[in-house]
């Protein structure tokens, strides 16, 4: 199949361990946040989302954190597993506008 | 299938041609968008419509490129005389209007031109 980001940030993981990957931004007047996942050959998908008057959502095995201080924006996966292999992308709106503005990814591998 | 359909999945053309793009979006989502992406990078904004209307358009997008979504349901995005540097994928997403945000993509349109 068709492979995203040859040439992304790579982040190795054993199954089983938490995994961390963050994102930079750098517009302070984004007020809303989205953290998509990209399988080979795939669309984007939705994982989990986050508003700028929040600093933590958590979902099924996925917490967003944010921190406006220093604009930076983190998704810890638990306990990862080898279907959570994939290309991870945050993504940023700015208020008054359905314009979102996507990071450049970093790949999650899942070692066995 | 319910989601977002693109059509065509695959297009290879020679530079110069023309090439049109079409995407379905999810039934009664009224917000529809067009993101390029290439190879390392994430997707690049390109344009956005709310129902038939075009809201937003990216810098990015050249005369070459236009996108229309005349009865604010399926939406065509057509590139003219492509330049290799055309050659992404191009993807599709919508969302409804009570939406908190999240987009739903298509599978993309992966161009090519040779």
Known sequence: GESVGLHLPTLSVQEGDNSIINCAYSNSASDYFIWYKQESGKGPQFIIDIRSNMDKRQGQRVTVLLNKTVKHLSLQIAATQPGDSAVYFCAEKSKGTYKYIFGTGTRLKVLA | ?114
């Open chain 2, 1 to 114: 299938d319910t989601g977002v359909s693109q059509d065509p999945r695959h297009k290879i053309t020679k530079r110069g041609q023309n090439v049109t793009f079409r995407c379905d979006p999810i039934s009664e989502h009224n917000r529809l968008y067009w993101y390029r992406q290439t190879l390392g990078q994430g997707p690049e904004f390109l344009t956005y419509f709310q129902n038939e209307a075009q809201l937003e358009k990216s810098r990015l997008l050249s005369d070459r490129f236009s996108a229309e979504r005349p009865k604010g349901s399926f939406s065509t995005l057509e590139i003219q005389r492509t330049e290799q540097g055309d050659s992404a994928m191009y993807l599709c997403a919508s969302s409804p209007k009570t939406s908190t945000g999240e987009l739903f993509f298509g599978e993309g349109s992966r161009l090519t031109v040779l």
